[in-house]
């Protein structure tokens, strides 16, 4: 008649369920974060320190040996120090355990007598009594505290002895030292009025009073208790949330697929004790987070220094957008909340964005508490400019690093995956590699650098609408110079590359970019050569991947394997491979690619100011969209292919000149830091060297001559001769 609820069947108590924690690890083995409702992991009776479980039960139960269950005696006790107004506890080991592992006074395991006063605090015990003495029967007095170890909340999401060693003193429950033991067993007695963050002295005094138990059951002497009483708490904080650590953005993809995969295969991220096995690699995405970092605080202050006493929120002729802000917030969670709350009542609704509160903000120097207005919030927040950096090993298809944003807590949006933006002239190497395998061009045949005008028709909701496309150079100069197509894409002369793009036709530029990989929505447009239609930052470094992958295109993974938390495998992931382009046209695109250093004029050159060049070879393409709104930068070497992307979360908000904008200022230091720090880093085993010449035979001969400024400003040449099976590159001079 469910008079007494629910109580835990003999099965039930042989495989009892627990929620443990799931956790994710790189490829080199650091365990990068956990998934879980109660943060724990089981540890076994023979890793907790003997000590440990000497003073739980001095504490907790002392008689925990002698009894099946129950303590009479300390339970009749309670009634006699009830009495003279003394409130004691009077359960066991077995009895909390009862209560932690089955629930039993939580609301599915009530009946209806459960809501009379006075009865129900008789029946919570009943059944725990019940259940407690069904745990004697079942299990040893090892596998009882072991499990009571494992269940028990310490507070602060630390669930189980593992966990709490690990949160509150960074070590294992076998290392820990006396009075970490002490506080820890104090801790359970109440949670919150001993907890060491929310009461310290409270704590203290606890852990003093624990001492005193060690000592009076000869765990301790009385001398080491003495001097243990008068050392401070001294945490040492391990205390990882979802927002911190290393790759948090990448662990939210993480948790989002291995979500599906989940509900597809019966299994609970949360509960399961899952263990991931990922592809990052932990030294790699160190590096490329304090790239982000060191590069985006320095953007930073250029930026407030560039529009300081201005608002940076401009049209396309620099002048400041009216009601920016109030058009903004309209869109924003906060309204939408406060429209419900306030049944849209405009008045009531701004009266609570203009009124001041207290909070938090994120700044490069550390966060602040400050008093803003929600408006104010938002106007400090959209002076931001973001980032996004992605590393892939294209042979394998394993995503390496993963950096969404500049700081997860504050800005949960990926710009890696998310964020959707104009890749300007980062798409460029399409329209070659089109020309190049498609219609017989080769990195030395010339196009004059001339205006160009080109006419086409465009489709508008059904209807074809005449358009005329007059593409300019970034430094607005036409120079009527024949150029080879390595020295126009080294450079981005658009010019040269828009007709390339009417000798071929932008529906070949469309089509080679998905072959590459490029899977977003591209306009038929002759602009899209140059990078005007949308494109996610994870496309661009998967599209270039099938450069240096020899021509096969290969569907990145950040998973490898999912296990049970007893080993077995559950799942494996292996990428999906397709032939996209020729070996030969793959390592054309490369050699073009490294136009961007070794041309007159390359937009690369940057990296020449960082530690790259002993023996190593690049190739690299930035990219800047109209307005200098994103700022682009693709890198590839022998081993890995990164992307970086630069800009505000409006488009509207941006550098108003080209020195400061353009993709080459703004994106390419965060590769050039980056690489600089794997090099570096023995550790990485990422050498330096040069691309792998192609192991197929070359069809066409080809013969380009391109002129390097010396350091002295003389020039030299730099040759590449391919003839038949034989490939030859002339020493190069590298200024």
Same mark, same amino acid.
């Given at each position: 008649?469910w008079?007494?609820?629910?109580v835990p069947?003999?099965?039930?108590?042989?495989k009892?369920e627990?929620?443990?924690?799931?956790?994710?690890?790189?490829?080199?083995g650091?365990?990068?974060?956990?998934?879980?409702r109660?943060?724990?992991?089981?540890?076994?009776?023979?890793?907790i320190? &003997?000590m440990?479980?000497?003073?739980l039960i001095?504490?907790e139960?002392?008689?925990?040996?002698e009894? %099946?269950?129950?303590?009479w005696?300390?339970?009749?006790?309670?009634?006699?120090?009830?009495?003279?107004g003394d409130?004691?506890?009077?359960s066991?080991?077995?009895?909390?355990?009862?209560?932690n592992?089955?629930?039993?006074?939580?609301?599915?395991?009530?009946?209806?007598l459960?809501?009379?006063?006075g009865?129900?605090t008789?029946?919570?015990?009943? #059944?725990?009594?019940?259940?407690?003495?069904?745990?004697?029967?079942?299990?040893?007095?090892?596998q009882?505290?072991?499990?009571?170890?494992?269940t028990?909340?310490?507070?602060y999401?630390a669930?189980?002895?593992n966990?709490?060693s690990h949160t509150?003193?960074?070590?294992?429950?076998?290392?820990l030292?006396?009075?970490e033991?002490?506080?820890?067993?104090?801790?359970?007695?109440?949670?919150?009025?001993?907890?060491p963050f929310?009461?310290?002295i409270?704590?203290?005094k606890?852990?003093?009073?624990?001492?005193?138990?060690?000592?009076?059951?000869?765990?301790?002497?009385l001398?080491?208790?003495?001097?243990?009483?008068?050392?401070?708490?001294q945490?040492?904080?391990?205390?990882q949330?979802?927002?911190?650590?290393?790759g948090t953005?990448?662990?939210t993809?993480v948790e989002n697929?291995?979500n599906k995969?989940?509900?597809?295969?019966?299994?609970d991220?949360?509960?399961?004790?899952?263990?991931?096995?990922?592809?990052?690699?932990?030294?790699l995405?160190k590096?490329?987070?304090?790239?982000?970092?060191? =590069?985006?605080?320095e953007?930073?202050?250029?930026?407030?220094?560039h529009?300081?006493?201005?608002n940076?929120?401009?049209d396309?002729?620099?002048?400041?957008?009216?009601?920016?802000?109030?058009d903004?917030?309209?869109?924003?969670?906060?309204?939408?909340?406060? %429209?419900i709350?306030?049944?849209?009542?405009?008045?009531?609704?701004?009266?609570n964005?203009?009124?001041?509160k207290?909070?938090r903000?994120?700044?490069?120097?550390?966060?602040?508490?400050?008093?803003?207005?929600?408006?104010?919030?938002?106007?400090?927040?959209?002076?931001f400019l973001?980032?996004?950096?992605?590393t892939?090993?294209?042979?394998?298809?394993?995503?390496?690093?993963w950096?969404?944003g500049?700081?997860?807590?504050?800005f949960?949006?990926?710009?890696?995956? =998310?964020?959707?933006r104009?890749?300007?002239?980062t798409?460029?190497?399409?329209?070659?590699?089109?020309?190049?395998?498609s219609?017989?061009?080769?990195?030395?045949d010339?196009?004059?650098?001339?205006a160009?005008?080109?006419?086409y028709?465009?489709?508008?909701?059904?209807?074809?609408?005449?358009?005329?496309w007059?593409?300019?150079?970034?430094d607005?100069?036409?120079t009527g110079?024949?150029?080879?197509?390595?020295?126009?894409?080294?450079k981005s002369v658009?010019? +040269?590359?828009?007709?390339?793009?009417e %000798?071929?036709?932008w529906?070949?530029?469309?089509k080679?970019?998905? #072959?590459?990989?490029i899977?977003?929505?591209?306009? &038929?447009?002759?602009?899209v050569?140059?990078?005007s239609?949308?494109v996610?930052?994870?496309?661009?470094?998967?599209?270039y991947?099938?450069?240096?992958?020899?021509?096969?295109?290969?569907?990145?993974?950040?998973?490898?394997r999912?296990?049970?938390n007893s080993g077995?495998?559950?799942?494996?992931?292996?990428?999906?491979?397709?032939?996209?382009?020729?070996?030969?046209?793959?390592?054309?695109?490369?050699?073009?690619?490294?136009g961007?250093?070794?041309?007159?004029g390359?937009t690369?050159?940057?990296l020449?100011?960082?530690?790259?060049?002993?023996?190593n070879e690049?190739?690299g393409?930035?990219?800047?969209?109209?307005?200098?709104?994103?700022g682009?930068?693709?890198?590839v070497?022998k081993d890995?292919?990164s992307?970086a992307?630069?800009?505000?979360?409006?488009r509207?908000v941006?550098?108003?000149?080209?020195?400061?904008?353009?993709?080459?200022?703004t994106?390419?230091?965060?590769y050039?830091?980056?690489?600089?720090?794997v090099?570096?880093d023995?550790e990485?085993?990422v050498?330096?060297?040069?691309?792998p %010449?192609?192991?197929?035979t070359i069809?066409k001969?080809?013969?380009?001559?391109t002129?390097?400024?010396? +350091?002295?400003?003389?020039?030299?040449?730099?040759?590449i001769?391919?003839?038949?099976?034989?490939?030859d590159?002339?020493d190069? +001079?590298i &200024?």
């Amino acid at each position: 008649m469910w008079l007494f609820g629910k109580v835990p069947s003999f099965d039930l108590l042989e495989k009892p369920e627990v929620d443990v924690t799931s956790e994710v690890y790189t490829s080199d083995g650091k365990l990068l974060g956990r998934y879980f409702r109660e943060n724990r992991t089981p540890v076994e009776f023979k890793k907790i320190s &003997p000590m440990l479980i000497k003073t739980l039960i001095s504490t907790e139960d002392a008689h925990f040996y002698e009894h %099946k269950g129950i303590d009479w005696g300390a339970t009749v006790s309670i009634f006699y120090y009830a009495l003279k107004g003394d409130r004691r506890g009077g359960s066991t080991i077995t009895q909390q355990l009862a209560k932690n592992l089955f629930k039993t006074r939580g609301a599915t395991s009530q009946g209806l007598l459960s809501y009379i006063p006075g009865v129900r605090t008789f029946i919570f015990k009943l #059944k725990e009594w019940i259940t407690a003495m069904k745990l004697e029967s079942v299990y040893n007095k090892e596998q009882i505290i072991t499990m009571y170890l494992n269940t028990v909340d310490f507070g602060y999401t630390a669930f189980g002895i593992n966990t709490a060693s690990h949160t509150f003193f960074s070590t294992s429950p076998d290392s820990l030292n006396p009075q970490e033991i002490a506080m820890l067993v104090g801790v359970l007695k109440a949670t919150t009025l001993y907890s060491p963050f929310v009461k310290p002295i409270n704590a203290l005094k606890r852990r003093n009073t624990v001492l005193n138990i060690m000592a009076r059951d000869h765990i301790l002497t009385l001398n080491q208790t003495d001097s243990l009483k008068k050392i401070p708490i001294q945490l040492k904080l391990n205390m990882q949330m979802h927002y911190e650590g290393q790759g948090t953005y990448f662990r939210t993809m993480v948790e989002n697929f291995v979500n599906k995969w989940c509900a597809d295969n019966g299994y609970d991220l949360y509960a399961d004790g899952l263990r991931i096995y990922t592809t990052l690699d932990s030294r790699l995405q160190k590096h490329a987070e304090e790239a982000v970092e060191e =590069q985006m605080s320095e953007l930073q202050t250029r930026f407030f220094r560039h529009w300081k006493g201005q608002n940076p929120w401009v049209d396309e002729n620099k002048k400041e957008i009216p009601n920016f802000i109030q058009d903004a917030i309209v869109r924003t969670k906060a309204y939408k909340n406060l %429209k419900i709350k306030y049944d849209n009542n405009k008045d009531s609704i701004w009266a609570n964005l203009i009124k001041p509160k207290k909070m938090r903000i994120f700044t490069w120097e550390g966060e602040k508490d400050t008093c803003f207005n929600s408006i104010d919030s938002l106007r400090y927040y959209k002076h931001f400019l973001y980032a996004g950096f992605l590393t892939l090993d294209p042979f394998k298809g394993h995503i390496k690093t993963w950096v969404g944003g500049i700081n997860y807590k504050y800005f949960q949006y990926d710009h890696v995956v =998310q964020s959707k933006r104009q890749p300007g002239s980062t798409f460029k190497p399409f329209v070659y590699l089109a020309a190049i395998d498609s219609f017989g061009y080769a990195p030395c045949d010339k196009i004059v650098d001339q205006a160009i005008q080109i006419d086409y028709q465009e489709d508008s909701s059904g209807v074809m609408v005449p358009k005329i496309w007059k593409p300019r150079n970034s430094d607005w100069k036409i120079t009527g110079q024949p150029m080879t197509l390595r020295w126009a894409m080294g450079k981005s002369v658009n010019t +040269v590359t828009a007709q390339l793009i009417e %000798k071929i036709g932008w529906d070949a530029v469309i089509k080679y970019a998905q #072959k590459c990989g490029i899977k977003s929505p591209l306009k &038929p447009v002759p602009s899209v050569g140059l990078g005007s239609s949308d494109v996610s930052l994870y496309e661009m470094v998967s599209a270039y991947g099938t450069f240096l992958n020899k021509g096969t295109f290969t569907e990145p993974i950040f998973i490898t394997r999912i296990e049970d938390n007893s080993g077995r495998k559950l799942a494996e992931f292996k990428p999906i491979t397709r032939k996209a382009i020729s070996e030969e046209s793959a390592w054309l695109m490369l050699y073009m690619l490294r136009g961007g250093l070794e041309e007159p004029g390359g937009t690369s050159q940057a990296l020449f100011g960082y530690d790259l060049f002993r023996g190593n070879e690049f190739g690299g393409k930035t990219g800047t969209s109209s307005n200098h709104s994103d700022g682009w930068f693709m890198g590839v070497t022998k081993d890995l292919v990164s992307g970086a992307w630069v800009g505000a979360a409006d488009r509207s908000v941006h550098f108003r000149i080209s020195a400061y904008g353009e993709g080459s200022k703004t994106a390419l230091p965060i590769y050039g830091k980056f690489m600089e720090k794997v090099y570096k880093d023995k550790e990485t085993g990422v050498k330096m060297g040069y691309f792998p %010449k192609p192991t197929s035979t070359i069809a066409k001969a080809h013969n380009c001559r391109t002129y390097l400024p010396k +350091v002295d400003s003389t020039l030299s040449d730099s040759l590449i001769f391919i003839n038949g099976d034989t490939i030859d590159v002339a020493d190069e +001079v590298i &200024p």
